[in-house]
């Protein structure tokens, strides 16, 4: 059994950062691949970015490109989420996830077996 917890969500200007922390439990985090997702009101969950359990290799919605950054300490058992030039269109709640496999499982949530509670991120304008 894994548990995640999101933290770092706030409200934030356009053009801001934010860094979202996911804390997981367990002695095997560091062979686990993680992933964060989103989901705004309304719509449906969607892949944010994902690493692999050892850092080697990471992975990023277009959406996302060039201004998020996925990376996990796995000293700390935790992966990050650095977002800058955030926009009003990034507003959603934030959730990390894994499927408990080393390797990266893709960008379907059907994919992903355990998951935190999330954590609001709001960009104004």
């Known amino acids: 059994q894994v548990q995640l917890i999101e933290s770092g969500g706030g409200l934030v200007q356009a053009g801001g950062s934010l860094r979202l922390s996911c804390a997981a439990s367990?002695?095997?985090?560091?062979?686990?691949?993680m992933a964060w997702f989103r989901q705004a009101p309304g719509k449906e969950r969607d892949f944010v970015a994902a690493?692999?359990?050892?850092?080697?290799?990471?992975y990023a919605a277009a959406s996302v490109k060039g201004r998020f950054t996925i990376s996990r300490d796995n000293s700390r058992n935790t992966v990050y989420l650095q977002m800058n030039s955030l926009k009003p269109e990034d507003t959603a709640v934030y959730y990390c996830a894994t499927a408990g496999k080393n390797w990266y499982t893709g960008p379907t949530t059907d994919a992903y077996s355990y998951w935190g509670q999330g954590t609001q991120v709001t960009v104004s304008s």
């Open positions: 690493i692999t359990g050892n850092g080697g290799r990471t």
């Open positions: 367990g002695r095997t985090f560091s062979t686990y691949a």
